[in-house]
């Protein structure tokens, strides 16, 4: 059986399909050897975004972020109160 090989599109190394970093944004599939090199990509990528759009995305991103580490707090929280 032979895996398919892509190509990191920020330092050129051949990767076995399955490693490394696949991402689908914008309409393109991203292939990056690690997630130092997505990393990389990412943070070139958001210099080119609007300001607007930008701030816009952080914030709800934040706001994802922030929901899922309360839900998680949440769910430990209720776990402890099971056991008492
Ligand atoms: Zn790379």
Do not use: P, W
């Amino acid at each position: 059986m032979t895996t398919k090989k892509l190509r990191c599109m920020v330092c050129g190394r051949l990767f076995h399909d399955g490693q490394g970093v696949k991402i689908v944004a914008g309409g393109k599939e991203l292939y990056f050897h690690s997630k130092t090199c997505a990393l990389k990509f990412f943070k070139s990528m958001v210099l080119y975004i609007d300001r607007e759009e930008l701030e816009k995305s952080v914030s709800a991103t934040l706001k994802e972020f922030e929901n899922r580490l309360k839900e998680v707090e949440e769910r430990s929280r209720k776990r402890i109160e099971d056991m008492l």
